[in-house]
């Protein structure tokens, strides 16, 4: 979704903050635009549609300045075109700013502004906040701020450069991301971004802002401050820590891939290496999850754990679900985010609510997380971003340090959500009664788990082989029974999002009580169909399937002759335990979705319509 950058120091921004919204467009976009300071005053230029349009206005019309903000639009309020990209001006054009989130009282601040004489140019409820500073101006950019974000309800990532109140960036957050970066040799230079991939080729030693928090940005250092209340009476100064993050620019380059996607397919040996990197006891037969330290006696007095999620994350969360009931004899429940946090949820003593997410920003998850704390359970998060919303938000949690994950469709980001859940299933079933034995079984089988995600894309030309089969197909059933139904889910959602071919994930048993109806001989169905505990019942579904014509694509375990001459393709994938079969079934899904887009022409990386993280309800 949106994304900020910044920059004050003494070179030219334009170019540094080009190169920082090009790190930034997989996150999604529809506009972008850039704001420098300059002797002029402040100069604005902007533009519907990619980058490069922004790139060929500076080049017509050049601007230069050591003091400037940038952003990627992707619209909620008016129309994805030039007038409404950001950034936004108040009447004189002196006092300029970007914006993430929502103002969610933006009617009425426009109408009370508008009696105040204020004129607005866009439909955006930013344009609101540039006339609220305005109004709010003494003399001091960040005291106008501060007044001025006393009148917002509703969520902001912000930063505002004034020529009024020059050489400085004032920025502000409640609900959505922002850090800063610190120049890591004095370079006179300070940062501000909303995701650190923006500025992650000039410094890693960052200061991420929490809620309610305000910073003032100059060449030579930054302040930061807690914004006061309604009521409050200024601003208090904070002292933040600096993190110095571990990823390097080369993970967010596409390293002779030709999309990112595919890259973070291949990267997922290593995916499941980092996860488990320093995590398993072999000789105790559990694992160690130094982020649950704070959250030990929660854990033991779970009766039940809600996991809440959305989109691939709530996928992995209904993988969880089989995980922890069966290894680890937990009740647990499912439930989408932005379900979860209307649903006044009835949380008593001994609930744990679990929040999945790979950015660690979006919106549902975060509200959710919230109101199960405001309603005083205790939380946890499986997360990949560190330092992000979710993970500060929760009580205790694991990273799953999978590394940036840039194709908006998510791929490691699972693989590693996956293989956390295992590990926390071990850790569970340890304290409630697993033997030693189990539990030294399943470290044995996580260990070999690497190397069994390497044969599988071992078997890439194969499956793009199958791709050309079936590129044109209008329609996919995707069916899976106990762990893999959820597998099931997200390979649909994987072809349906990168492709733009309708498909749809289904408990393969369901198949009867509906869907049969569409089975035909144009109809091609993925079973997942390793040979597990559910194994014969799924037989019997692809024979259904079968008898009506339909063509049948199963991933089947390597060995297993029962399927041979019964479908129409199998792909093999290695025999693993149950609880961690999913893991190695899901790889061939992303990668059937991957080829068939690919060969369908689309944009892989940056699907039309989608965001790489929903920062807004
Ligand atoms: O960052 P999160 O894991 O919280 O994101 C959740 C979903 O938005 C995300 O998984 C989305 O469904 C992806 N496009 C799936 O590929």
Not at 182 to 209: K, P
Not at 306 to 326: N, Q
Request: net charge negative.
């Amino acid at each position: 979704m949106c994304g900020i950058v910044g920059y004050v120091g003494r070179q030219d921004a334009v170019p540094l903050l080009v190169e920082g919204l090009k790190r930034l467009e997989y996150r999604g976009y529809d506009s972008a635009g850039i704001a420098v300071q300059n002797s002029h005053g402040v100069e604005l230029r902007k533009c519907a549609g990619k980058i490069i349009g922004l790139e060929q206005l500076l080049g017509t019309h050049p601007v230069q300045g050591s003091t400037g903000i940038a952003h990627t639009r992707w619209a909620t309020h008016g129309a994805p075109n030039q007038t409404n990209a950001h950034p936004h001006s108040d009447c004189a054009d002196e006092i300029v700013l970007v914006h993430n989130g929502i103002i969610e009282n933006c009617d009425v601040l426009r109408s009370k502004l508008t009696e105040l004489g204020h004129h607005f140019r866009t439909d955006t409820d930013t344009e609101t906040l540039a006339h609220l500073i305005e109004h709010a101006f003494e003399g001091n950019l960040e005291r106008a701020v501060a007044a001025a974000l006393s009148h917002v309800e509703g969520t902001y990532g912000i930063a505002v450069i004034s020529s009024r109140d020059p050489d400085k960036i004032v920025v502000a957050r409640r609900s959505a991301p922002l850090l800063l970066g610190v120049a890591e040799n004095g370079e006179g230079a300070t940062w501000v971004a909303s995701d650190v991939a923006a500025i992650l080729g000039h410094t890693r030693n960052v200061v991420y802002l929490d809620d309610d928090e305000l910073a003032i940005l100059r060449p030579n250092g930054y302040e930061t401050l807690k914004l006061p209340g309604r009521d409050g009476e200024g601003l208090e100064p904070i002292q933040k820590e600096i993190s110095h993050v571990a990823w390097d620019l080369a993970r967010i380059e596409r390293a002779g891939y030709p999309h990112f996607m595919l890259k973070e397919i291949h990267e997922q040996a290593d995916t499941v290496r980092d996860a488990m990197r320093g995590r398993l006891l072999q000789e105790e037969g559990t694992a160690r999850l130094g982020g649950l330290i704070q959250l030990e006696s929660a854990l033991d007095v779970a009766e039940r754990i809600i996991i809440t999620a959305c989109g691939t994350s709530w996928h992995a969360a209904l993988v969880g679900e089989y995980m922890l009931e069966e290894y680890a004899r937990i009740p647990v429940e499912v439930e989408y985010a932005s379900e979860f946090r209307y649903r006044n949820p009835i949380l008593e003593p001994g609930t744990l609510v679990l929040g999945i997410s790979q950015s660690g920003e979006t919106a549902d998850t975060l509200a959710a997380i919230r109101e199960a704390k405001r309603l005083g359970a205790a939380t946890m998060g499986i997360v990949n971003v560190v330092g992000s919303s979710i993970a500060r938000a929760t009580d205790g949690g694991v990273y799953t340090h999978s590394g940036p994950e840039i194709g908006v469709a998510s791929t490691k980001a699972f693989v590693g959500q996956l293989t956390v859940l295992a590990l926390f299933t071990l850790l569970m079933g340890r304290r409630r009664g697993m033997s030693i034995l189990e539990g030294r079984g399943i470290v044995s089988a996580l260990e070999e788990l690497p190397g069994l995600v390497d044969e599988v894309l071992a078997g890439e030309e194969e499956i793009r082989q199958l791709a050309s089969e079936f590129q044109s197909a209008r329609n996919f059933l995707y069916l899976g029974r106990g762990a893999n139904f959820p597998v099931a889910l997200e390979g649909a959602l994987k072809l349906k999002e990168i492709s733009y071919i309708h498909a749809e994930g289904y408990p393969a048993a369901e198949m009867k009580h509906g869907p049969i109806a569409l089975i035909d001989d144009e109809m091609p169905v993925v079973f997942i169909a390793p040979k597990d505990s559910v194994y014969p019942k799924i037989v019997a579904n692809i024979e259904e399937v079968k008898s009506r014509g339909g063509r049948v694509i199963a991933i089947h375990t390597n060995g297993d002759e029962r399927l041979h001459g019964k479908v129409d393709h199998l792909i093999e994938v290695p025999k693993t335990l149950e609880l961690l079969q999913p893991i190695l079934t899901a790889i061939p899904l992303q990668l059937l979705a991957y080829h068939i887009a690919v060969l369908r022409g689309c944009d892989v990386d940056q699907p039309r319509n989608l965001a790489k993280s929903v920062t807004v309800e």
